[in-house]
């Protein structure tokens, strides 16, 4: 499956949403958004919509771990919205939801 990668500047952030499977294959186009975003003066924090996606690897964790550096580096905040169960889950287990600025709500155990 691809990976559709859609941005939209809103003031200071930008969001990218993201559909369908975040993997080696497809994590630098991930990658490639954040650090465009970041090229304007103008953005300072940047939200990843992850409603639809369907998948993601270690590769693609890494990716998302790398994109938040690139934002602290320039004194923002990365932040996931939308998290999709099995994505949650992913993530909880690797313990990165605190660290990608998941809502408090996702911080909880995800439920089978």
């Not at 497809?26 to 003066?41: M, N």
């Not at 580096?73 to 605190?98: S, T, Y």
Request: hydrophobic fraction near 50%; aromatic fraction near 2%; include cysteine.
């Amino acid at each position: 499956m691809e990976l559709t990668v859609d941005t939209m500047q809103m003031g200071a952030a930008t969001r990218i949403r993201l559909g369908g499977e975040m993997d080696l294959a497809t994590s630098g186009l991930v990658h490639d958004a954040v650090i465009a975003a970041l090229a304007s003066e103008a953005v300072r924090d940047v939200i990843l919509d992850v409603a639809d996606l369907t998948f993601i690897d270690s590769t693609g964790m890494g990716t998302l771990v790398a994109c938040q550096r690139a934002v602290a580096v320039r004194g923002g905040a990365l932040r996931l919205e939308n998290l999709a169960p099995a994505v949650r889950r992913q993530l909880f287990a690797a313990g990165l939801l605190g660290l990608l600025g998941a809502g408090t709500e996702d911080q909880a155990a995800p439920s089978n």
